[in-house]
């Protein structure tokens, strides 16, 4: 039993947003307090996860660090929560990759306070979603993250998605309203509420099982760009200009996965693991389809966004093989994936930050002006297509060749899906290095500030030591 | 003996003297709103004090009958009437008005509302039915010229339809008893008698002016104007106050008196409950006034109130009431934001005024946003605590299609609070609001707190209501 610790990472964010949302209302003061507050938060909770993953023994594979608590009598429902090294892993790299976001997010962003109250709390409340050991705060935790994220959405997605982001928001509450029927339908047969490991446990008949299971995968479902509501996520996420709201839109599939891992490995029936194809199919036609799209499409901003879907797709393709070896590799791997899709994002905006202030109509050709820009673009792309200089590199090769191993057709779609969407990304890299198509003569001065740079060259040492030892940070 | 029939009779006769002492005010021409507000406020506490104080005591045993559970509804209903008051200030004050009036009749509602809790006996509670009945007719006359009173001769013909349903059920079971029309005689009567459709009749005669009162379908003929035609503070007690009042006393009727019947009325309620459920979310998508949205709103949740009074059991029946509690919360946090929408001093109620709003008032729109997410039972806001409670009922029950019908209207009003939530934050800003009252602000802050802490650690104040709520099942 920990002496809440856990507790602790959902309450040190949420703190920090209650700080944020009451920080001062001075032009001249509140934006950098505001700011100061959510870097020292994130700090804090990169330390406490650090200070845990100290305390994990790391060849465990089952829930550690255990803390319950009594939450309700009427009915009677007690709270756990819980980590492995899977879960800390990925607390720590959306930790990080919002400290990042934090360190080099422009300080002249419209609504700061409800940009920084709205991130921390979601950070709160998605931290203690990959900690929920029982289903009910499961549950909990699942659907209130959604919040904050529609606050985001709301303030900073475009006026034209209204509609959409109406729809998408009606798909969400549908599959959280399926979860929360089938998660009380497992609590009442036990008459309190159940340990996440041991929902598999549960007998259930014929199509009571079959609702339950499924519901459970539709909530997930709602949350990833899947095939053929796919258009409401990439359409929401490809509008949002602002970097550090696009990280929290491109965290939403990672809400779906996690949601899978904890479900699908050994707590899932066997009745309903017979059915795995059915969703492999529907993952591959949806990383298929996507990966085409981006090829085709000019905006970068769409082509990052197909390249973290194709890439969470494949990491849900590998939860449905018929293993559960791959589980930690799919927790190194996503560490340096989510680390390097943040850093992209956050390049990608400094140079349409740069192309809007210097009035330039496209950015072809712009990097030749901008040497570091230049450089960790390329860097990171590179290493986000599989360069071999981080855990992503090692990690992706055995997911893909158990794939592989499991069946030819599906190994080589995936294949084939990383490889258009990876080319996608090296056509626009290369549009932007290309001097010929530059239409800026000069551009002085829109380089990375020495913050930036430091920061992202930080994050590339961080990769390469999780390319030698994927816990190197861990003694 | 007649010292002590006095002395139990303090927490409604405060409320008498604060009547007395705002008349003698009013003649004295005091013109402060706010002098008005702190005496009804005042007296209110008064009142409340002696409720607790004598919270098992009652002036006339024969009618009346306290205990821990009117304690409750009183407490609850006493909470929400103290920030009501003070937030009515407000409202007169830039009306210029010094709502003398208003606060007379709400202090009037609140003795009728103490009165129909501690009923224990027919009589009684046809006598508070028909004060309620009147109170509220006067409350929607206050118009002050910006509304019209139609509603108010519209709610007394159809209310006078009602008491007289009401005094037929009363008529028939006084015959039958030969003037014994003590709950607990009736009770035994429905328990023993054979059963026959006049009986059954009365029964329903006694239990449609509730489902009226409480505006559900297909009894919510007058709802919608209640609320959204109204002034305000006008609109804020009948949103609230009224209907705590009603499904306090409709529950303890349901167990102190129709539960030998439950076998009849379960069905019956089922209908109405889904037929409300139903309405509701239809009618809430197809308003354009908040008040009218929330009217509409409160006819879905109240169906589901309703459905899982429909089981007769004590476990639904608390059920109930935490959906109830949560919702009446949740809804006082949305009244609370109305309380700011005004512009050139003028108070605005339609979707359309709220256009833009979160950019220049994000709090208000956030204390909007977090009562419309607890609505739809979000966690980990209070609603969340509803919905669980109601769902998990119905499941034990294996209710499905209920339950389903539920889940699927719940879906539908959300597209209703979606839209409001969409006007606030998408469209462009076509109000300039004028600046917001500090105690509205606070009072906002502090329904906020309640919204999102209450779900954190509710246990220690269920556990006490439901030690409170359980003395109605004994």
Not at chain 1, 137 to 146: K, L, N, P, T
Not at chain 2, 175 to 185: C, M, P, W
Not at chain 2, 369 to 398: C, D, T, W, Y
Request: glycine content about 6%; charged content about 10%; hydrophobic content about 50%.
């Amino acid at each position: 039993m920990s002496m809440y610790q856990l507790l602790g990472l959902v309450l040190i964010p949420l703190i920090g947003s209650i700080f944020a949302l009451t920080a001062r209302d001075d032009k001249n003061y509140a934006t950098s307090n505001v700011y100061n507050v959510s870097i020292l938060t994130l700090l804090a909770n990169v330390g406490l996860i650090l200070y845990i993953f100290s305390q994990c023994n790391l060849h465990d594979n089952n829930l550690q660090l255990v803390e319950h608590f009594k939450w309700i009598d009427y009915p009677e429902v007690d709270i756990s929560l819980g980590v492995d090294v899977f879960s800390l892993l990925i607390i720590l790299s959306v930790n990080l990759s919002f400290l990042i976001g934090e360190l080099c997010l422009s300080r002249h962003t419209e609504r700061s306070k409800t940009l920084i109250t709205s991130e921390l709390l979601f950070i709160g409340l998605v931290n203690g979603y990959f900690i929920a050991a029982d289903v009910l705060s499961f549950y909990i935790f699942f659907v209130a993250s959604g919040m904050p994220l529609m606050i985001l959405i709301s303030t900073y997605g475009s006026q034209r998605k209204k509609t959409v982001l109406i729809r998408f928001s009606i798909y969400n509450l549908i599959g959280a309203l399926l979860l929360l029927v089938a998660i009380v339908m497992m609590c009442d047969s036990e008459e309190n509420n159940i340990l996440l490991n041991e929902a598999g446990k549960l007998n259930f008949k014929g199509g009571t099982e079959y609702f339950v299971w499924l519901s459970i995968f539709f909530a997930f479902i709602s949350r990833l760009p899947i095939w053929p509501f796919h258009y409401w996520i990439s359409s929401i996420n490809s509008s949002l200009k602002n970097p550090l709201v696009f990280l929290v839109g491109n965290l939403i599939p990672l809400i779906g996965l996690y949601g899978f891992i904890r479900f699908w490995p050994n707590t899932v029936p066997q009745s309903i693991a017979v059915h795995a194809p059915i969703f492999e199919i529907i993952c591959i036609i949806t990383m298929l389809f996507i990966a085409l799209v981006s090829l085709s499409h000019k905006d970068i901003r769409y082509k990052l966004f197909a390249y973290t879907t194709v890439y969470y797709l494949l990491y849900l393709t590998s939860v449905f093989l018929p293993t559960d070896v791959l589980k930690l590799n799919i927790g190194y791997s996503l560490f340096s994936y989510i680390i390097i899709v943040t850093v992209l994002s956050f390049l990608i905006s400094h140079i349409e930050y740069q192309k809007k202030k210097l009035g330039i109509y496209g950015t072809g050709g712009i990097l030749c002006y901008m040497p570091r820009t230049s450089k960790c673009l390329s860097l990171f792309i590179l290493a986000g297509v599989g360069l071999p200089v981080t855990s992503l590199f090692w990690n992706n090769f055995i997911i893909i060749s158990e794939i592989f191993n499991y069946n030819l057709v599906l190994g080589i779609m995936v294949m084939l899906s990383i490889f258009v969407v990876a080319l996608a990304l090296l056509e626009e890299l290369y549009k932007l290095k290309d001097k010929s198509s530059a239409s800026a003569a000069c551009v002085l001065g829109g380089d990375l500030p020495n913050l930036h740079f430091f920061v992202y060259l930080s994050c590339l040492v961080i990769l390469f030591l999780s390319f030698f030892k994927p816990l190197w940070f861990v003694f | 003996m007649i010292w002590e029939h006095i002395r139990y009779a303090l927490p409604e006769a405060s409320l008498i003297i604060g009547i007395l002492h705002l008349f003698f005010m009013y003649l004295l021409s005091y013109d402060s709103a706010k002098i008005y507000a702190r005496i009804a406020r005042f007296w209110l506490l008064v009142s409340l004090f002696w409720a607790v104080a004598w919270q098992e005591k009652s002036f006339s045993p024969l009618y009346f009958t306290n205990d821990a559970y009117t304690l409750l509804f009183n407490l609850c209903i006493g909470f929400l009437a103290y920030i009501m008051i003070g937030l009515a200030s407000t409202w007169f004050s830039t009306e210029n008005k010094t709502g003398c009036k208003y606060y007379i009749l709400i202090l009037s509602s609140l003795i009728g509302i103490n009165l129909l809790l501690s009923s224990s006996n027919l009589v009684a509670l046809l006598f508070c039915y028909i004060l309620l009945t009147y109170t509220h007719y006067r409350l929607l006359g206050i118009s002050y010229e910006k509304l019209p009173s139609e509603a108010a001769s519209r709610y007394m013909g159809v209310s006078a339809m009602v008491v007289i349903i009401f005094a037929a059920g009363f008529g028939y079971l006084n015959s039958y008893e030969d003037g014994n029309v003590e709950f607990t005689a009736l009770r035994e009567l429905f328990l023993n008698a054979p059963q026959s459709l006049p009986l059954y009749l009365s029964a329903v005669a006694i239990i449609i002016p509730f489902l009226y009162s409480l505006g559900l379908a297909p009894f919510h003929i007058i709802a919608e104007d209640k609320t959204g035609k109204g002034i305000l503070p006008v609109s804020h007690y009948f949103a609230l106050i009224a209907p705590l009042a009603f499904w306090g006393c409709f529950i303890k009727l349901n167990v102190e008196l129709f539960k030998p019947l439950s076998a009849e009325l379960s069905p019956v309620y089922q209908g109405f409950a889904l037929l409300s459920v139903i309405f509701g979310a239809m009618g809430a998508n197809a308003r354009i006034n908040l008040h009218r949205i929330l009217s509409y709103s409160s006819m879905y949740h109240f169906g589901i109130v309703l459905i899982l009074l429909s089981f007769f059991k004590s476990e639904t029946n608390f059920a109930a009431f935490v959906y109830l509690f949560v919702y009446i919360i949740s809804l006082n946090g949305s009244y609370l934001v109305f309380y700011s929408l005004k512009s050139h001093g003028e108070y605005l109620s339609s979707v359309t005024s709220l256009s833009g709003l979160a950019e220049t008032r994000a709090y208000t729109t956030g204390a909007l946003l977090v009562s419309l997410f607890s609505f739809i039972g979000l966690p980990p806001l209070v609603g969340f605590l509803g919905q669980l409670n109601a769902v998990s009922e119905l499941l034990k029950r294996e209710y499905y299609i209920s339950l389903g019908i539920i889940l699927f209207f719940l879906l539908i009003l959300s597209k209703a609070y979606l839209d409001i939530i969409k006007t606030a934050y998408f469209e462009h800003k076509i109000k300039i609001y004028d600046s917001e009252n500090k105690s509205v602000m606070m009072y906002t802050l502090f329904s906020v707190i309640c919204i999102v802490l209450i779900a954190f650690n509710p246990q220690d104040l269920f556990a006490i209501m439901k030690d409170m709520f359980d003395v109605v099942n004994l």
